[in-house]
């Protein structure tokens, strides 16, 4: 399975774009990155996932690089809402459909 | 967008009873709904794998006799925490799969459960 590695935390001043990273340089040509994230004693929400184009939906973008070995999720306003542990996970391999969970980073969006 | 639900959301119970907890995935169905668990403070640890009409696959070091799960249709899992102690204490959260294989997980809203 892909590891991903995530910053622990990063703030976010409300307002203002919030830019996640995620390396996965382990990743396989037939691995989505998915996105997810959980906000206090809720189950995860899914955000966006991507294969290697750049993705874009109502909550957010991912742009993932040309060699696939890294990706951004893109908050382009965060509100104080968006205050959650957003985890980036490599889809494993195969037809189980897993998702295994990292530690995630914590956005705090700030007033 | 797909909807999962879960039932209870949060139970209290004695230690030695079993308690179950319902995933109900209410706008599509899913051959494939995922049970996870998690401490405080930590991420999510993937418990077992239900698939419908067949027996469930479960991680390493997960008690299959201890965690029940049930997979009966397509829109219903449970899982059961048989004769339920203190570290059994945590956030159960399970996930339903739309789209197939290579399809989205979709997250119920979680069940907190209290052993005393």
């Known amino acids: 399975d892909a590891k991903t590695t995530q910053p622990t935390s990063m703030d976010c001043a409300e307002g203002r774009a919030a830019n996640l990273p995620c390396n996965h340089s382990t990743i396989s040509g037939n691995e989505y990155v998915y996105w997810y994230r959980q906000i206090h004693s809720q189950g995860p929400q899914y955000i966006i996932h991507?294969?290697?184009n750049n993705e874009t939906n109502e909550m957010a973008s991912l742009i993932i690089t040309e060699d696939r070995k890294s990706s951004t999720l893109i908050l382009p306003h965060a509100t104080l809402r968006d205050t959650a542990v957003y985890y980036c996970i490599v889809r494993v391999a195969g037809n189980t459909g897993k998702l295994i969970f990292g530690q995630g980073t914590t956005l705090q969006v700030k007033p | 967008g797909a909807v999962v639900s879960q039932h209870p959301s949060w139970v209290i119970c004695k230690s030695g009873t079993s308690v179950k907890i319902e995933c109900r995935s209410l706008d599509f169905q899913a051959t494939t709904m995922f049970w996870y668990r998690q401490f405080p403070k930590q991420s999510l640890m993937l418990m077992a794998t239900s698939n419908e009409g067949s027996k469930a696959t479960y991680e390493q070091g997960v008690e299959k006799d201890k965690f029940l799960i049930n997979h009966a249709s397509l829109t219903l899992s449970t899982l059961t925490v048989t004769s339920a102690h203190p570290e059994d204490s945590s956030f159960y959260i399970c996930?339903?799969?739309?789209?197939?294989?290579?399809?989205?997980?979709?997250f119920g809203p979680g069940t907190r459960l209290l052993v005393l």
């Open positions: 991507g294969l290697k």
């Open positions: 996930s339903a799969l739309s789209g197939g294989a290579h399809g989205t997980q979709y």
